[in-house]
């Protein structure tokens, strides 16, 4: 599977956050891991997008374009690793300063 980036321009694109920093990602996939039963189909993503950044998954059928996507809109959950959106973990909570399953 493969990611491809379109560059983000001077200028902010549309849908980008103002106050948001344009290098810190939106969006970050860290270590991200997935199966289904005895199958393993994401075996430690790592993917961040910054704001405004477009981007395209590509890849074999069953290679987890949508198993990605599905995690985003919290509808799958990752074995391990860790999302970010706008820097706050989708799966997980801070207790004591680390992070643990929400
Ligand atoms: N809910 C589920 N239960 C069991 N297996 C699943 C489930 N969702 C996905 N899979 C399996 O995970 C793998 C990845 O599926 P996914 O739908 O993410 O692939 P894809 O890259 O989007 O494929 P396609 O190009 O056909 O849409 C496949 O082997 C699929 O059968
Ligand atoms: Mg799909």
Same mark, same amino acid.
């Given at each position: ?49 910054? $704001? ?7 890849? $074999? ?6 198993? +990605? ?13 860790? +999302? ?16 643990? $399953?929400?």
């Amino acid at each position: 599977m493969t990611v491809l980036k379109k560059a983000v321009g001077d200028d902010p694109a549309p849908g980008a956050i103002q106050d948001h920093p344009p290098e810190r990602p939106m969006v970050s996939y860290q270590a991200i891991r997935k199966s289904f039963g005895e199958t393993e189909v994401l075996k430690g993503i790592d993917l961040h997008i910054k $704001p405004g950044e477009k981007i395209t998954i590509i890849g $074999p059928s069953g290679s987890g374009k949508t198993t +990605i996507i599905r995690m985003l809109m919290t509808l799958e959950e990752p074995i391990s690793g860790v +999302i970010e959106v706008d820097g706050e973990p989708l799966w997980h909570k801070e207790v004591n300063g680390r992070l643990v $399953p929400g």
